[in-house]
């Protein structure tokens, strides 16, 4: 009851307004693409608070869309057989990693955001493929990486991405392994920024009323998808997050 109090007590209706549209636009663009709800968000985000704020507004947003992403894909055992080790990789890195999230300098975490993000758009703009090999020691240390990348900025998408474009794997495999490795970090996530004390009871409880939005902004970005070019959409977004994702840089270094 105290946390709800102190919520309410803070409760800033133009910074409400703020977040609400940051959330529908992001929620949106993951509707419309499938993947960027993180990237989307923390572009703008870091706007209007601090990383180690906003990171935890989306831990359930990023539960929710990416258990539905996992339950609608097909042979589901066969993909955790083949990532396990990806995915091991990425719980116990981001584990570790975000317990310690407050003890980063803002600097380093908002640097690391603008990376990822960056990262984010030009895989997806340029298609960037690296020569990438099936043995487990790659699936161990893109998970690593991954996971390293997401308990600093909670977007661990770009490593992931980039290693499932390496393979040539299929449209359907891709959007189930993506599935699969993005929820196998969102847990681990929780637990590190619990024990790191940013996952609070008033964090949870702004995340639970930015998963409402955010489901609402999903489905209208699936309808979108039916009626706007995806080819335009989809590069103007990129596009700006790349120049985002520089910004964000540019403002960590200087």
Known sequence: MSQIIDLTYNFDPLQTLILIGIFLFAAIVKGFLGIGLPAASMAFLTLVMSPTEAIPLLWLS??????????????????AREYWLFALAIMVSIFVTSMFITA?????????????MMLFSLNLLLGVKLNIGPGRGWHLGFGVLSGVLGGISSIWSPTVAMYLVARDVSKERFIGATGFLFLAG??????????????????????????????????????LRQRVSQKLFRKAVLIAFFFMGLRLIINGIT
């Not at 990023?62 to 993909?79: G, V």
């Not at 009323?209 to 902004?217: E, F, K, P, Y």
């Open 62 to 79: 990023i539960l929710a869309t990416n258990s539905l992403q996992f339950a609608q894909a097909p042979n589901k055992l066969d993909i």
């Open 104 to 116: 980063y300098p803002t600097a380093l975490l908002t640097v690391a955001i603008g990376i990822a």
């Open 186 to 223: 969102v847990l681990p996530l929780g637990a590190g920024q619990l024990v790191a004390g940013i996952l609070t009871g008033p964090a949870l409880i702004k995340s639970s009323l930015a998963l409402i939005v955010v489901l609402i902004g999903f489905r209208i970005g699936e309808l």
